[in-house]
DNA sequence: CAGAACACGTAGACACTGTCTACGGGCGCC
DNA sequence: GGCGCCCGTAGACAGTGTCTACGTGTTCTG
């Protein structure tokens, strides 16, 4: 029931979670998450065969932080479709501007091959449900190519907001009309709220 | 005029520029590319004091390259305005695709931060050149938010292709037609074409 | 209950990285 | 001709990810 009786798998997840809100990607060392987790350099190896499929797992977290995290946007929303779909746009855009490091992780995709097979689990779901707020939406659109669409912007939307790039090509627009623009312009006009 | 006697400066951004196209990012070594400039690991100091500076000189050689492209593309295409938005899109999108590595260097803002007041000056005319075709494209629309936002798409569109995430994600959906999918809308069905 | 097998973490080596510093050689300028 | 001074070399340093040999404590087993 002590700290230490969580496996040691779990505290050097948690390690890295921590780690990376703290200093951000570029401080998600093998090394430095072993030492906060208090143990060696070579033990992460027992759990993890290599640096990627540690990072994988960190990134696995956030990939399930952002699920839930949309899951109670989409229950506070008593809306129509095309209201569910701005909720879930808005959550999106929320965690990755409160979570900038996780989110970056999440997709470098060039740290994370190992656990493709696993990310995909667990990032699929959330497009599928996306597709089908589209569908019910607009019935008459092509759900997944609009879904896909859509998709393409709001991660657009978030890295380029992330790095100041919008800001100063815009001047002085802010994000949530930017995120209304978009909408209206996948969805048209209509008349959600 | 022998091939040594161009300063030892550029000969390092195209060695680097060899070895990102021919081995990818991660293979972009200060001590690797000064290897293959056949100089010593410390030369290149003299030059870019920091291997951050030589990666912004690289992204910013990538930037010319677009840069001339789109140019080009425009120059191709004498359609009205809507017809020239496209062309700027298709020749972005054919960039990020042909030379993936470079593209993955030009948007790791993480490894460019020193050169960020340079990117700029290359990067920002790009993005009012398509806010002035969309105004003309579409008088009635606020050009600087809606060719904000059809940059981001751009953006994220060139990324989850890149990784094929859409591609798994829409079933058989393909690029082409996505474009369309996003500039009609953003543009409206417009006549354009 | 004694002994063997094993899970788990330690410690050091290795090749590699980016940065820093001291050094030398070849050029032009007064 | 001799004095500087670019310009590149070479080595050291701390840090990284991976690999391997080594204990130590626990847990099954006969």
Do not use: C, K
Request: aromatic content about 6%; cysteine-free.
């Amino acid at each position: 029931m002590t700290d230490s009786d969580t496996s040691l798998r779990d505290r050097l997840v948690d390690a890295g979670v921590e780690l990376l809100a703290a200093e951000g990607l570029q401080a998600l060392t093998l090394r430095e998450i072993a030492r906060r987790a208090g143990v060696s350099h070579g033990a992460p190896r027992r759990y993890f065969p290599t640096h990627l499929e540690l990072l994988s797992a960190i990134a696995r977290r956030g990939f399930t932080d952002l699920a839930e995290r949309t899951r109670q946007a989409l229950d506070r929303e008593t809306g129509g479709a095309r209201a569910q779909v701005a909720a879930l746009a808005g959550a999106y855009l929320e965690f990755a501007l409160e979570r900038p490091g996780m989110y970056e992780l999440m997709f470098r995709h060039d740290l994370l091959e190992s656990g493709r097979l696993g990310l995909r689990e667990t990032s699929l779901p959330l497009f599928s449900l996306l597709t089908g707020l589209v569908g019910a939406a607009d019935p008459g659109a092509d759900a997944p190519r609009v879904a896909g669409a859509l998709w393409a912007n709001l991660h657009g939307l978030a890295q380029l907001w992330r790095w100041r790039s919008l800001q100063l090509a815009t001047g002085e627009a802010d994000l949530a009309t930017l995120l209304e623009t978009v909408l209206v312009a996948h969805l048209g006009p209509g008349g959600g709220r």
